[in-house]
Structures are given as structure tokens and as C-alpha cells.
T-cell receptor
Framework: DSGVTQTPKHLITATGQRVTLRCSPR?????VYWYQQSLDQGLQFLIQ???????AKGNILERFSAQQFPDLHSELNLSSLELGDSALYFC?????????????FGQGTRLTVV | GDSVTQMEGPVTLSEEAFLTINCTYT??????LFWYVQYPGEGLQLLLK?????DKGSNKGFEATYRKETTSFHLEKGSVQVSDSAVYFC????????????FGRGTSLIVHP
């Protein structure tokens, strides 16, 4: 158990809908990362938050947004969903955004858009 | 930008065979290098890491050496087990203010009894 909790584990929704994925980082970790894992694109970095503030953005679509709350949990919002958004979405956390620091991953949310 | 290139899989081996999974990287500065492992249905977990040139990371019989001259961090294990079947990801995290781990595409390892 990594200590990172993601809910829900599975989500099936229709095209055009909006969903929210939730992540609770490990106790004491201030930095949260979101990744999308798909068969053809591998593990793609979406966005990073540190202590409530956006720190870095990767290949995140405009239809996607995220935030980190004062209690440090984070939510990833996906809207106007398309079939191609079907993927595993991982949250990871670390103590701080440092080059030597290991990231701890949750078990992921599997999103299926039908 | 930063990138990590891994050998494509799947890699299929018999139990007790020698394993090598190649990984090369492109990054400015002096990145830290990591290997993560993902077992079926689970998230990624750190297997080993190395933070400077010539460092060797090791864990659970796996080893990888940070080779700056060849920008490589190949994963090796002398004798694989069926339980090692998983997807292995090479990753880097560099300095200069951007500490986002960048991952390779992953290499699937299948070990047969």
C-alpha cells in the first residue's frame, strides 16, 4: 500500500459527460501529480500541484482541469468526454518536488468512455 | 525536452534466465534516474534509483548503473522469477526547477516457469 488513495477505482460514462477523479496523497506529502496511462501513449504527465498551487503543466487538454485543496487532496475534472479519453488515470505524491524524491502512486482510476 | 527511451516489449524469459531491459535518456543538467515496476492491476512502485553518475541502484536482486557517458540506466537481474512478471518503467527527474518525473513507455516482462 503506497498510502495514496484514488477514487473511484472504475468509472464508466458516456461521451460528452463530465467526471471528477479524486486523490488523497500520502500523509505529509505536499506535491501531487496526475498522469494518464493509455496503451498507445504510455504514461503521460498531466499536471502537478504543490501545497495548493499549480506547479507545472504537461500534456493536459483544455477540457481537463485540476485543483489541490487546503487539506492537500486533489481532484481531476474531465469534461466533454471523448472515446479517446478512456485510460487509466494515476495520481502520485511526493514530499516535495525534488529531483531525488520518489513519487508514490495510487492504484489508479480506470475511466471508460462509451 | 526531457525524454526516456526503453526497449519495446514484451520481453519473454524462462525462470532463472538473465534479464536486461535497456533504457536511455535525454535531459539537460544532472537528472536522477529511477526504475518503477507496475504489477497487474496496481499502480507504479519504485524499484530502485540512482542520483548521480556511476551510482548503482539495487533492490530485490535488480540492479541498474547510472552511466552518464552513454546516458543509460539499463535494468538487470541475474535470475528472474515468475513473480517478476510486470511492466517496468524507466524514469528521470532533473533539476533546474522542474522535478516532474518523466517516464519511458514501459517494458512488459513475462517470465514462464
Amino acid at each position: 500500500d503506497s498510502g495514496v488513495t484514488q477514487t473511484p477505482k472504475h468509472l464508466i460514462t458516456a461521451t460528452g459527460q463530465r467526471v471528477t477523479l479524486r486523490c488523497s496523497p500520502r500523509s505529509g506529502d505536499l506535491s501531487v501529480y496526475w498522469y494518464q496511462q493509455s496503451l498507445d501513449q504510455g504514461l503521460q504527465f498531466l499536471i502537478q500541484y504543490y501545497n495548493g498551487e499549480e506547479r507545472a503543466k504537461g500534456n493536459i487538454l483544455e477540457r481537463f482541469s485540476a485543483q489541490q485543496f487546503p487539506d492537500l487532496h486533489s481532484e481531476l475534472n474531465l469534461s466533454s468526454l471523448e472515446l479517446g479519453d478512456s485510460a487509466l488515470y494515476f495520481c502520485a505524491s511526493s514530499v516535495a518536488p525534488d529531483r531525488n524524491t520518489e513519487a508514490f502512486f495510487g492504484q489508479g482510476t480506470r475511466l471508460t468512455v462509451v | 525536452g526531457d525524454s526516456v527511451t526503453q526497449m519495446e516489449g514484451p520481453v519473454t524469459l524462462s525462470e532463472e534466465a538473465f534479464l536486461t531491459i535497456n533504457c536511455t535518456y535525454t535531459a539537460t543538467g544532472y537528472p536522477s534516474l529511477f526504475w518503477y515496476v507496475q504489477y497487474p492491476g496496481e499502480g507504479l512502485q519504485l524499484l530502485l534509483k540512482a542520483t548521480k553518475a556511476d551510482d548503482k541502484g539495487s533492490n530485490k536482486g535488480f540492479e541498474a548503473t547510472y552511466r552518464k557517458e552513454t546516458t543509460s540506466f539499463h535494468l538487470e537481474k541475474g535470475s528472474v522469477q515468475v513473480s517478476d512478471s510486470a511492466v517496468y518503467f524507466c524514469a528521470l527527474s532533473r533539476g533546474g526547477g522542474s522535478y516532474i518525473p518523466t517516464f519511458g513507455r514501459g517494458t512488459s516482462l513475462i517470465v514462464h516457469p
